[in-house]
């Protein structure tokens, strides 16, 4: 179910972090995934935590809220920076060395993947995903996506297992509004890489930037009550035009655009 290779796969990151740069996926995880993910059992893993354990040590603090007895594992390639993660370490939260291939005691509810593939031609992408999959238990998640360096804009694909198939069950824009504003614009630096390089027209991700602008600009003028304001009805807009937009007001109030099972 998971590997057990010794010779981690991947390359070392650039190992840059910064206290709560994560806070915003989390909080979406605990709301979007939570009741789910609480009653799975197996550990949490953040893959690529960086030169200082400090967003897996967060995200351990958040999760145990929900579910105290969870095992958090952090992971990296770099020798160095999992020394530095026993400053961190308490019971339910530990270190490993390893990369995508990671082994792992008990197949993991979910693994987060941050800032780690960006270096990576579009080509390795699903080979990557492939390999983390298999440390998944059946129905866990797979988080990959790219921020900014405060975490106030990201772009998360959310990929879950399902038998032997890693699918893509949704890809989330998170904007801290009252930060960033509610332009679409600021999100397409931070797509994920399989999704980049297909900022062309005729590819899906193309033509849904382009509907997300054209809503935008009919919602304008609600910029003047605020960010957050246009940010719900530009969601709300561009749900009319692709129904698998998450329109919640919830998770749009905060920031959270969630585009459900998008074509590949």
Request: glycine share 10%; aromatic share 8%; net charge positive.
């Amino acid at each position: 179910m998971y590997a057990t290779t010794s010779r981690p796969a991947g390359r070392p990151t650039r190992g840059k972090t910064a206290p709560n740069r994560l806070r915003r996926l989390d909080a979406f995880l605990a709301i979007w995934a939570g009741p789910e993910l609480w009653h799975q059992t197996g550990p949490v893993v953040d893959l690529g935590f960086g030169r200082e354990p400090v967003t897996t040590a967060e995200m351990a603090e958040r999760f145990w809220e929900h579910d105290p007895k969870l095992e958090v594992i952090g992971v990296e390639l770099d020798a160095e920076r999992v020394a530095a993660g026993a400053a961190y370490a308490r019971p339910g939260l530990r270190f490993l060395r390893g990369g995508f291939n990671v082994s792992i005691p008990r197949p993991a509810r979910l693994i987060r993947a941050m800032n780690v593939l960006r270096q990576y031609a579009p080509e390795a992408v699903e080979e990557a995903w492939s390999q983390m999959s298999a440390n998944l238990a059946p129905g866990g998640l797979l988080v990959e996506g790219t921020c900014n360096p405060t975490g106030g804009i990201m772009v998360v694909n959310l990929l879950r297992r399902v038998g032997d198939d890693l699918r893509l069950e949704g890809v989330l824009f998170s904007a801290r509004l009252g930060k960033v504003g509610s332009d679409p614009e600021m999100f397409p630096p931070v797509l994920p890489k399989q999704l980049i390089h297909r900022m062309v027209p005729g590819e899906p991700i193309h033509t849904f930037f382009e509907d997300w602008r054209a809503a935008a600009r009919c919602t304008a003028p609600l910029r003047t009550w605020g960010a957050c304001q246009h940010f719900v009805a530009t969601g709300q807009q561009l749900a009319q035009r692709h129904p698998s937009v998450l329109a919640r007001p919830r998770l749009l109030r905060r920031g959270y655009l969630l585009w459900q099972h998008p074509p590949a």
